[in-house]
């Protein structure tokens, strides 16, 4: 297992390729019946596909090295309130590509300033295309590629991007500084 | 409350109304909150009146609130005092008094459900329920306030409900005693419905604590994604 990822982001790709992470809450994901087994739960969608202006927002993961994913984690993580476990999962931009989706390149709201240009929208989306997307999130997590990183080890990581400089703890939010500061 | 109570408190209102006044609305609800509600409608001739049906109805809240046999917190009742009164003409009926009761357990839950609806939980951002939580346990003097959040964290017939306010006391600082947060990760860990297990788990690790890390350690979680999840966490909770 790759220093730095815990036991619980398991990789299980092979193939050279883009990927494109999001934010993800895999226990909606889960059906919750045994009849409704392959099927995608509806709180899956509206819960964790939300999208604003008909678009969802992605963070590139290159080839999804744990470098790749925790540079996607750590580009959430210094964008929110509180420090908590990130759950990511990273769909392959080709699968994106013969959906037709559209996607554009759109500067992220994170303060890590080498990863804004890292983010990507996939945007005119519709009934149709969000089913897609969903469809495709199944098969990242049949894929293996999903990842959970607790709390603790967000704020490993935003401790070190601020001492790399890639960060300024006053770009955080207050309770984030707080949280990153306390021993 | 039950909706005896609640239809009790509803007759001792309606005796202070004065008898030329009808019942117009009734609500009896019972979606998991219990509340009734009724109105009448009437005419007044004189704002005396109304300041005088006013004044009754103040006294009946009080007494119900704070008079000797004004019971716990969970049974306590919000009543509706109409703010304005408006003086009709002669046979003109124009003047309304509502009322409801409301048991304050099942306000706070239904607070938390409308503010889930609007707003699911996310990591990372501070959600509305927190607060609501954090001064329903500030508010009460009542043990009883941690028995009922309780109930409706481990409510597997709303799981996502029950999971989010979970979660929410997670970011408490450490909320009732330590074996009340043992018993309640436990208790959630056993759950069948994963969304609440999850819930559990992310409850632990914001609570920590070795005695929280030995009930994690003892679980034997069948789902893998979520076995390697505690595993991690135990992990961070042993450092």
Redesign the interface.
Known sequence: MASGLHSGCRRGFGEVGMFLARTVTRAKWIPKSEEATGEIPADAVTGDLRTRDNALSFWQCGTGTTRDLENAVLAVAAGRERVDKVEIVWVDDQELRADAQAMVHTDGRTPVTDLVGLHVDVYHLNYVRLGQVASRVVTAFDEGRYCRMTRARVRELLVLAVKEGRLKADDLHWKVRDQIQQG | MNVESAENIIQSAHDLIPANFVPIARSNESKGVEFVSISWMGSLSASSEAASLQGRLVNLWRDLHLGPTATSWSDTLDVAIPSSFYVSGFGHRDTQVSLSTVNGQAQVLSHLRDVFEVE?LE????HPAEEIIRQALLDSVDSRVLKWLQEIALDTAQP?LS?SVLRCLG?LVRPGTKSWRIGLIRSALGKG???IR?AAV?TA??WGGEAVRRVLAAHDEQ?P??R??I???V??LE?
């Open positions: 699911p990591d990372g951002i501070e996502n999971a970011r419905d994963v969304e999850d992310q690790e914001s789902l994604w979520l390697d999840y595993r991690d966490v992990e961070d450092k």
